[in-house]
């Protein structure tokens, strides 16, 4: 057998190890008669395939093997990416606890990091990545009054204040699942990882758009707090003079970065606004992810923005690094396999601890349509 088989069987081994010991966690109890023998069996299992990596190691070295083998160069990551596969597909000898098997911490990193790529808002606001509350210390800078002056030697500089303000970012823990098809699974074709990666990160940062944009009561509560408004005319239509007055609300210092945020259908109403001699106003060249610009900015779409409609903040201005602090803490990731065996398929839980806040008004506006 060579080393990277066995390494994949023993991250299969720990997978179970950690199932069976996080179920008596959970119930708080002691291991059943035939949990501790399966529990034995399965240390027996690793510390045999310790001494054999042991021993292919030792004999490698006498051998002189070429450092460039590709089974001594395979990382962990690898390992672990492949056992998630099997651990999926139920392949060799992994046993199964009523919880579920818990996925490497590799796999749950990966979903946030794709999360990332699908969402800008999140991946460029200012990450504050660990469990528990975090407070985030800033400067109130619409209060702040200290200024250079030239001084003469000998003479005392003038004081002026400035407030230090915090703002706590707290947990607030969120959980998806998905249903796949065990149909699917078996197919011989398909990059299973990379597969149930993506449709875990597409719901977690659709989940994060619209909180971080809308908000919901006692829970995020973000960019719908925002102090700086523009107010629209009308209900169901923006101008070119309201953006043009909303970007303005953003000092030059928070300029560059700074980037719109609006559904489709807002968009589309704006790239169809034209000059008095019939042409139209904005660009609409797609470019770095964003899907144009408007007055030299790049434009961020998502069906998680506020539609326009009476009330609603429509259009974010905002310069995510400065306004916006967020914190989404992967917890765990789940396959449960029992719990959807009558309907042939499988149940993949993503469980985040997550919230956002504005970190700094001065960075962020919202145009806010009228009322009807």
């Not at 990545?129 to 030239?150: E, F, H, M, Q, R």
Request: hydrophobic residues 40%; negative net charge.
């Amino acid at each position: 057998m060579k080393l990277k088989e066995l390494m994949e069987k023993r991250a299969d081994l720990l997978s179970q190890m950690e199932a069976l010991t996080k179920t008596v966690e959970t119930e708080q109890r002691a291991f059943s008669e035939e949990e501790d023998a399966n529990f034995k069996k399965i240390e027996d299992q690793i510390n045999a395939i310790d001494k054999t990596i042991e021993a292919l190691e030792r004999s490698r070295k006498f051998a002189k093997e070429p450092e460039d083998n590709p089974d001594s160069k395979e990382s962990q990551e690898d390992i672990e990416i492949r056992a998630f596969a099997n651990i999926i597909r139920q392949r060799g000898e992994i046993t199964y606890s009523d919880n579920g098997a818990v996925i490497p911490k590799t796999i749950a990193n990966k979903i946030i990091d794709q999360v990332k790529d699908i969402s800008p808002l999140f991946a460029m606001s200012e990450h504050f990545d660990v469990k528990g509350t975090v407070s985030i210390p800033y400067n109130d800078g619409s209060s702040d009054s200290l200024t250079v002056a030239y001084a003469t030697e000998f003479t005392d500089l003038t004081a002026a204040g400035t407030k230090l303000l915090s703002v706590d970012l707290k947990g607030y823990l969120a959980g998806v699942l998905a249903k796949v098809s065990k149909s699917l699974l078996n197919s011989s074709d398909l990059d299973l990882t990379n597969f149930v990666i993506g449709k875990m990160a597409t719901a977690v940062a659709a989940f994060l758009d619209k909180e971080i944009l809308v908000g919901t009561e006692d829970k995020i509560e973000c960019l719908s707090e925002t102090s700086q408004t523009v107010a629209a005319e009308s209900a169901t239509a923006v101008t070119a003079d309201e953006l043009i007055e909303l970007q303005g609300k953003l000092k030059s210092a928070f300029q560059a970065g700074a980037i719109w945020v609006m559904a489709n259908d807002t968009f589309t109403a704006i790239k169809k606004l034209k000059d008095g001699e019939e042409r139209y106003i904005f660009n609409n060249e797609i470019k770095d992810g964003f899907s144009g610009t408007i007055l030299g900015k790049p434009v961020y779409v998502t069906d998680q923005a506020p539609a326009m409609a009476a009330g609603n903040n429509a259009v974010f201005y905002i310069n995510p690094k400065q306004a916006l602090a967020t914190k989404v803490v992967e917890d765990s990731v789940q396959v449960l396999n029992e719990v959807y065996a009558a309907q042939h398929a499988i149940g993949i839980v993503t469980w985040i601890e997550a919230d956002a806040k504005i970190q700094n008004q001065q960075a962020v506006a919202a145009l806010k349509m009228a009322t009807a």
